[in-house]
Nanobody, 126 residues
């Protein structure tokens, strides 16, 4: 397993940008596919974006495609989510997660994912 810590959340106006970071500990980070998920109040946790261990493949939920970009730096054990053109409906707690299998990160079941962070709040005001 890897341990994950998210940061970078905050309050931003609609149309603004935020960059979330996820710091991973563990020497095997580069073997893990990574994903970002979010959970709004009263809603289920949903997939946002994923990136393969090599960084060569990325996947996005339709609702964020073209606005969010996931990236990783294996040398620094970091994963990022650049969020542009934010909307009030993007308001949620954002979590990063890790799993050796990119298919599980993208398609679930998310309860099977190997590691989760504690989450960071993103609030987009209208």
């Amino acid at each position: 397993q890897v341990q994950l810590v998210e940061s970078g959340g905050g309050l931003v106006q609609a149309g603004g940008s935020l960059r979330l970071s996820c710091a991973a500990s563990g020497r095997t980070f580069s073997r893990y596919a990574m994903g970002w998920f979010r959970q709004a109040p009263g809603k289920e946790r949903e997939f946002v974006a994923a990136i393969a261990w090599s960084g060569g493949s990325t996947y996005y939920a339709q609702s964020v495609k073209g606005r969010f970009t996931i990236s990783r730096d294996n040398a620094k054990n970091m994963v990022y989510l650049q969020m542009n053109s934010l909307k009030p409906e993007d308001t949620a707690v954002y979590y990063c997660a890790a799993d050796p299998n990119i298919a599980t990160v993208v398609d679930g079941p998310f309860s099977d994912l190997d590691s989760w962070g504690q989450g960071t709040q993103v609030t987009v005001s209208s």
